[in-house]
């Protein structure tokens, strides 16, 4: 943090009160919930505010309804127009429903089928374009100019940015000692309102932008003190940005703390950390901060009350059963073996009887007699197992070796080193 003042012309808190006057009654004020197991690991104490669990799913209909709520007559009949991975999309398409304005969505062909779905539900149009965000932004310009519609910045306007900043006014009436706040960061445009709030309200706290490492232009932007372009490559489609925006990061620039990035492990791992530990779904890009979290990327005197923004919880269904799998893969608790028998009558039920005996939970079972390079005597067996963790795992590796069986893991895990 730079100590600079931020530009003139960012909302105030003022702007940002306002902005959560014209959202009363539209945006909720989602729970701040208390992590024990997230403190214990990280000595803090650790608050996890679930806009996870706000209207479409994300904080985005913060930002999007501000900056429809204050266009002209004559803009509103023109109607909105939007680019978007998924959240943004939804939160103007809800927002333009609202105030009974027309709104047409630009998604990249990859957009999840769930997000097309959710914008149409609010009666906006969607038009699928381009195999990146940039090149549907690119697409969504283009039709604002040929239809004289506003196009509502998913980031980059001050509008937006007061939005997505009654966000840190509602945490701030909720945890008034917050110490440090944790900020998924895509393009700025959510840290950047919670940053004005929060030098407003609560100088001393620390703010601290979390990006994934594939997709980390905004961390390099910051520590070369000027904005950068770069790759965008991650799971977390939330925050696949390739640049941040000219208005948030003026904002970042002088009044953040520290800003990092978490590695797609990490991601995946916190997703499923939250399914289990707060019972919350949440998608790659709103897990970020927990990421960081568990990683112990994030260093706060003991006992500080920290805050990580759960940001959205909108992930295709398919994608969240692949996380779910990667993620007990490596906490150890799933196991994949291939082994090697002879092949006679009796040596299915001998290998099977040790893992009945460990209460090891079978999920699948191939038996090959003809496989690949084995002689005719010898038959191949892969099993997919569900243990208790990484202990249980090596625990039944050890097992089966000792009782004479050629046993392989095909997984990373406890026998990755051997």
């Not at 927990?290 to 805050?307: D, G, H, K």
């Not at 923004?309 to 073996?337: C, F, K, Q, W």
Request: charge should be negative; proline fraction near 6%; aromatic fraction near 4%.
């Amino acid at each position: 943090m730079s100590g600079k003042p931020v530009p003139s012309e960012a909302p105030t808190l003022a702007d940002l009160r306002r902005a959560r006057e014209a959202l009363q009654g539209i945006a909720r004020d989602t729970p701040l919930l208390e992590s024990d197991a997230l403190s214990q690991l990280t000595g803090c104490r650790v608050f996890l505010k679930a806009e996870s669990l706000q209207r479409t799913g994300s904080f985005k209909i913060r930002g999007a309804y501000n900056r429809i709520h204050r266009l002209s007559p004559d803009e509103r009949a023109h109607g909105v127009i939007a680019a978007s991975a998924g959240n943004h999309g939804q939160g103007v398409a809800l927002a333009a429903r609202l105030h009974r304005v027309p709104a047409t969505i630009v998604l990249p062909e990859y957009a999840p089928v769930t997000k097309a779905s959710a914008i149409q539900k609010h009666g906006a149009t969607v038009v699928l374009h381009g195999a990146s965000l940039d090149e549907a932004y690119a697409q969504a310009l283009e039709l604002t100019r040929e239809t004289g519609a506003t196009f509502i910045h998913p980031f980059d306007d001050w509008d937006v940015i007061a939005g997505q900043g009654t966000l840190a006014l509602d945490l701030f009436d909720n945890l008034p000692e917050t110490g440090a706040v944790i900020v998924p960061v895509g393009g700025g445009g959510l840290l950047a309102g919670v940053a004005l709030a929060t030098r407003a309200l609560k100088p001393d706290a620390k703010l601290i932008g979390v990006q994934a490492r594939g997709a980390s232009a905004a961390v390099a932007s910051f520590e070369a003190g000027h904005r950068l372009a770069g790759p965008a490559e991650t799971i977390a489609d939330g925050i696949k940005v390739s640049e941040p925006g000219e208005r948030p990061f003026a904002v970042i620039q002088q009044t953040v703390d520290h800003m990092l990035t978490v590695e797609e492990e990490e991601i995946y791992r916190a997703v499923v950390f939250l399914l289990e530990q707060a019972r919350l779904v949440v998608e790659p890009a709103g897990a970020v901060g927990v990421a960081a979290l568990l990683s112990r990327r994030v260093q706060l005197p003991p006992e500080t009350p920290v805050v990580a923004l759960l940001t959205g919880a909108n992930v295709d269904p398919n994608l969240l059963g692949h996380l779910i799998e990667y993620g007990l893969v490596h906490s150890g608790r799933s196991l994949l073996l291939r082994v090697i028998l002879p092949d006679r009558p009796g040596e299915l039920v001998r290998l099977l009887s040790p893992l009945s005996a460990m209460r090891v939970n079978i999920l699948g079972i191939e038996h090959h007699r003809a496989a690949w390079g084995l002689p005719v005597n010898l038959s191949e067996v892969l099993l997919q197992l569900e243990t208790r963790g990484p202990e249980h795992s090596a625990e039944v590796l050890a097992t089966l070796r000792e009782k004479g069986f050629s046993v392989e893991s095909l997984l990373p895990g406890p026998d990755a080193a051997s």
